[in-house]
């Protein structure tokens, strides 16, 4: 079963650039779709180190250490 955490990172990955219809409308807007797409998908690899440190920390009895993994998972 999937979180929302992971639905979110799963959903990212299979994103593909926008169309050019799609550019030129947000564009129109004044907004940045392709740099958006492309600050997103650097986040998620920042949050793959982040919770790399993160799981190299946290302690094997606590109950936040398997959530850390399932997710780090995701974004593999």
Do not use: R
């Not at 929302?4 to 940045?32: E, F, H, Q, R, V």
């Not at 302690?59 to 593999?76: P, V």
Request: zero cysteines.
């Amino acid at each position: 079963m999937s979180t929302a955490s992971t639905t979110i990172i799963s959903n990212l990955k299979n994103a593909t650039a926008p169309t050019s219809n799609t550019a030129k409308a947000a564009s129109a807007a004044g907004m940045d779709v392709t740099g958006m797409m492309s600050l997103a998908q650097t986040k998620a690899l920042e949050l793959k180190s982040h919770l790399t440190l993160l799981v190299h920390v946290t302690d094997a009895a606590d109950g936040n250490l398997a959530t850390l993994n399932n997710i780090l998972a995701s974004l593999t």
